[in-house]
């Protein structure tokens, strides 16, 4: 059997690409292409090719689609559990007793305080003393 008839019987009945017999056989890439060009099945094998190679690509688009989705769903499942636990910690937290304590009420509210390392102690920001009640703790220490 000469190279010639190897390299049709390999493209058109095996299935290979150009590469893997121009490898198989030792011969350039060039001559496997122009051997499978001069044949004239080459359009029709071509043609049915792209289309084979356009539904695997559609089938891995497909994949790829379902396995994000699923990546989104496991992590907005997560995300909602982390925002239950805290919903709950929350509600026990505020609903415990009737007052809360300053320590809690400055974790709920810890974009009105500063921190002052000199006294240890967190400082209502002066923006705020203005805004709220007398109920609001001045100052919290921080012991």
Excluded at 100 to 108: D, G, H, P, T, V
Aim: hydrophobic letters at 25%; a positive charge.
């Amino acid at each position: 059997m000469t190279k010639k008839e190897m390299i049709i019987i390999s493209y058109y009945e095996e299935g290979l690409n150009t590469i893997t017999i121009s490898k198989n056989l030792n011969v350039s890439k060039q001559y496997v292409s122009k051997i499978i060009r001069t044949d004239s099945r080459y359009s029709d094998e071509k043609n049915k090719r792209k289309e084979e190679s356009a539904i695997r690509q559609k089938q891995r688009n497909i994949q790829c689609i379902i396995k994000n989705r699923k990546i989104r769903k496991s992590v907005n499942e997560r995300l909602e559990g982390f925002m239950q636990s805290q919903h709950f910690q929350a509600s026990g937290e505020l609903s415990a007793k009737r007052t809360i304590n300053n320590r809690a009420f400055k974790k709920w509210n810890s974009s009105i305080y500063d921190y002052h390392s000199r006294t240890n102690e967190f400082r209502l920001k002066k923006e705020f003393k203005e805004k709220t009640s007398y109920a609001v703790p001045k100052k919290i220490k921080w012991d």
